[in-house]
């Protein structure tokens, strides 16, 4: 079931979202759906606060950068994936333990349709998270994907990538939007 998408400036992606106490069906349900709405939209990433649940809980799929799933383990488990299994990826109450460097890339959001921007992001990150199944992995990240879950742990905290820039362009980019929705 395919989703409908909060656009930016509505209020509800402000909302902090809760973290996930057990990874029931409603969950599982939640993340196929986003999986769904993410792939219909052509998106490489979607937090469940952008349709609406306020919930800690996060889908990529981000195809262009092999090297981002070299080291994925399912550390409690003792389950090691392979490249393949491990794309798309979901990540329940994701928490980013290690950061390190800083890159600038443009980034866009299914929220803010049709607007691009450059933000500054940390190029190599170490996120623990639960996977739909509820296990518990660590995942190292770099580059587009390392970028992505920074921006989709963001979305789940009430921010948007709009938020870091000037001022002066938030104002432009609001007062776009408005002509558009009037339009
Ligand atoms: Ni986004």
Redesign the pocket.
């Known amino acids: 079931m395919i989703l409908p998408i909060l656009r930016y400036p509505d209020r509800r992606l402000r909302i902090v979202a809760k973290k996930v106490s057990t990874v029931d069906n409603t969950i599982k349900k939640l993340v196929k759906n986003m999986f769904a709405t993410m792939h219909a939209e052509d998106?490489i990433?979607?937090?469940a606060t952008?349709v609406n649940h306020h919930l800690q809980v996060v889908v990529t799929d981000v195809l262009d950068s092999e090297d981002d799933y070299l080291l994925l383990k399912n550390r409690k488990h003792n389950i090691s994936e392979t490249k393949d299994q491990s794309r798309p990826l979901c990540f329940i109450n994701p928490k980013i333990t290690e950061k390190d460097g800083r890159e600038t890339h443009i980034?866009?959001?299914?929220?803010?349709p049709g607007f691009q921007a450059e933000v500054s992001r940390f190029n190599h990150i170490m996120v623990q998270a639960l996977n739909e199944k509820g296990e518990t992995f660590t995942l190292q990240a770099t580059g587009l994907l390392a970028i992505c879950i920074q921006?989709?742990i963001?979305?789940l905290n009430g921010i948007?990538?709009v938020d870091y820039l000037s001022k002066l362009k938030q104002k432009r980019l609001l007062e776009k939007t408005k002509k558009a929705a009037k339009a």
Do not use: I
Not at 107 to 112: A, H, K, P, Q, T
């Open positions: 998106g990433g979607l937090a952008q980034e866009g959001c299914l929220s803010v921006h989709e963001d979305h948007l990538f």
